[in-house]
């Protein structure tokens, strides 16, 4: 089963990368597939490349969603 989750972008980064934050977790991911991020927006990562822009009001809905789940759910 693969899962692309929700991320924040709190910096951009040379090479067409990004910090982002889930969590409270910060890494980096590639925004090589997906034009006009900035800071502040949320996107969509899966293996570390961000697929898509998502408006804020559904990423802390699924954001959310995902708290829900049991610890052991995956």
């Not at 409270?24 to 570390?48: K, M, N, P, Q, R």
């Not at 009001?57 to 699924?62: D, F, K």
Request: hydrophobic share 50%.
């Amino acid at each position: 089963m693969c899962l692309a989750v929700p991320a924040l972008v709190t910096a951009l980064l040379p090479d067409d990368r990004a910090t982002v934050s889930l969590g409270g977790v910060s890494s980096t991911c590639s925004l090589e597939l997906v034009e006009g991020v900035a800071v502040g927006d949320y996107v969509i990562v899966h293996v570390g490349y961000a697929l898509s822009r998502l408006d804020a009001e559904e990423a802390e809905r699924t954001l959310a969603l995902l708290a829900e789940l049991p610890a052991d759910a995956a």
